[in-house]
């Protein structure tokens, strides 16, 4: 504890100045807080990865089912006129009759083998586009939020960096009336307890620390004749 002989009007005047600096702390934390916070977030930055992925999973089905669809237009195209040629009723042949309907019969084996992969090609193409656009929509709520809020935070630091500006100018005229070398433990005292350079005392408890002094430092404090740090946490002390 040191005691430095001092006015107790100085002692008001470091309090209001705590004070400022209490809101120019919490409208620089409020700054920094947002500044963090501006930029796409990693929800975001997943959301839209995995859009591009479903996407690209949805291309890939309708590149299959339309391969599957061209083989099995194909085969119509093949089995057409094999069947116009059988019922044509210019082959006069049996066992050339007998092949041509065999070949028919293997064309369709093959088209119905075809139709059923083709089925089962739509039912993957239909579940890659349920969850493309599944995906989309969530990305588009997420994009939509994100940007509302990034347009807050952008409102929030310029509303904070214009009380900043106002506070300084408070700090600066409020510290012209205290002594330089109160100012100097003060910001010491400050910059190493969170902030907090002056506590106030509740009949024999600094408020800093909770912790209950002797009551020769409470009635030093109390004069106003100097200026008593807390022998704990050497907070400067004001007897309101």
Not at 125 to 131: D, F, G, M, P, T
Request: proline share 2%; with cysteine; glycine share 4%.
């Amino acid at each position: 504890m040191r005691a430095t002989t001092f006015s107790m009007t100085q002692i008001a005047d470091l309090w209001k100045l705590q004070e400022i600096d209490s809101a120019l702390d919490s409208r620089r934390a409020t700054v920094e807080d947002a500044q963090a916070r501006l930029g796409e977030t990693e929800e975001l930055i997943a959301a839209r990865a995995r859009v591009e992925e479903l996407g690209a999973a949805l291309r890939s089905a309708q590149t299959a089912q339309k391969d599957i669809e061209l083989e099995a237009d194909d085969i119509k195209a093949k089995i057409a006129p094999a069947e116009q040629k059988l019922y044509s009723g210019n082959i006069r042949n049996p066992k050339e009759l007998s092949d041509l309907q065999a070949d028919i019969d293997q064309l369709k084996r093959y088209l119905s083998a075809v139709e059923d992969r083709d089925l089962a090609a739509l039912a993957v193409l239909e579940q890659a586009e349920q969850e493309w656009r599944a995906a989309r929509a969530e990305l588009e709520a997420l994009e939509a939020a994100w940007a509302q809020e990034q347009e807050e935070l952008r409102e929030r630091i310029e509303r904070a960096t214009a009380e900043i500006a106002v506070f300084e100018r408070e700090r600066a005229e409020q510290a012209e009336y205290i002594d330089g070398d109160l100012l100097k433990v003060y910001d010491h005292v400050r910059r190493v307890h969170q902030g907090r350079g002056v506590a106030k005392l509740d009949r024999n408890l600094c408020l800093g620390c909770r912790i209950s002094l002797p009551v020769s430092i409470v009635n030093r404090a109390r004069s106003g004749n100097t200026v008593v740090q807390c022998p704990n946490c050497e907070r400067i002390l004001y007897a309101a």
